[in-house]
């Protein structure tokens, strides 16, 4: 069992955390698909969960938002038990949400509520101005390209001012350069803004660029198989051989070598991790 934690240093605070659906038609057959999940963010940290396909990765994401609630076991918001969607916790999908029939800025701006029109004005536009978009503001999505209304996506859920920001997949749907540009942007944003950020990847490059800490998942039913810190100084250049390093210790915690093919060991947890990695 997990040592007791203090929940009110945590941000995000996960807490013997167990998931099983129901197969449609079929009650026999459950789908477990998390099991014993404990993990602490800590306020204004970035956390990327990494794992194989369907792990459950999402799946923690969606009850840690209040669009699922887990069959057993309990997330913490600041302390408080989540029990439904929170304006303080936004969501940014991989599928591009902007609404197309919106300007860029009436996008930014939706539900955006200030004492005065120019106060709401400014606000939009200080996030237009942060994602890059300057100059885009009358410009209706479809006029826009992948990475630009994944900008806009950034800047909507930014201008809410929430505190915490979960991202599922954010650059899956964007071409490799785009996604580059994106993360390195995302970062700046981050370091000015100081979110807490829980963020959904598959790629374990992204996530060793852009997190504090990746938390590795195994596969279904999902536990944490280790927490690895990413003590790089920002910005990260990923040919760095700490950053290379880091990469092939949590490919080799997932069972795979550093080109991603699966290596002995198997995916229940016979892989021997390093002492600092061992949960």
């Not at 250049?237 to 880091?246: E, G, N």
Request: charged share 30%.
């Amino acid at each position: 069992m997990a040592a007791p934690q203090d929940d009110t240093r945590s941000k995000i605070a996960v807490r013997s955390l167990w998931m099983t659906f129901q197969r449609k038609g079929d009650p026999a057959q459950p789908i477990h698909v998390l099991e014993d999940i404990h993990l602490d963010v800590r306020d204004g940290e970035f956390v990327c969960l990494v794992g194989p396909s369907g792990c459950g990765k999402s799946t923690l994401l969606n009850i840690a938002g209040g669009f699922l609630k887990a069959t057993q076991g309990e997330i913490l918001a600041d302390g408080r038990p989540v029990l439904e969607p929170d304006p303080k916790r936004i969501f940014i999908f991989q599928e591009n949400a902007v609404f197309p029939w919106l300007t860029v800025e009436e996008n930014v701006g939706f539900g955006v509520k200030r004492e005065t029109e120019a106060d709401r004005k400014a606000l939009v536009s200080h996030y237009i101005e942060m994602v890059g978009l300057t100059g885009f503001a009358k410009t209706h999505p479809r006029e826009l390209s992948g990475g630009m209304r994944q900008r806009v996506e950034i800047a909507r859920a930014l201008a809410a001012e929430p505190d915490v920001l979960f991202m599922d997949e954010p650059f899956g749907a964007l071409d490799y350069l785009t996604r580059l540009r994106l993360r390195h942007e995302l970062i700046q944003i981050w370091q000015r803004e100081k979110r807490t950020v829980l963020f959904v990847t598959h790629d374990v490059e992204e996530a060793v660029q852009l997190a504090d800490r990746v938390v590795v998942m195994g596969r279904r039913p999902s536990r944490i198989r280790a927490i690895v810190p990413v003590d790089v100084p920002r910005p990260r250049d990923l040919d760095d051989p700490t950053c290379r390093m880091l990469r092939d210790e949590i490919f080799g915690v997932m069972g795979l070598d550093h080109q991603g093919q699966r290596v002995s060991g198997d995916s229940t947890g016979s892989i021997q991790l390093p002492p600092h990695l061992r949960k």
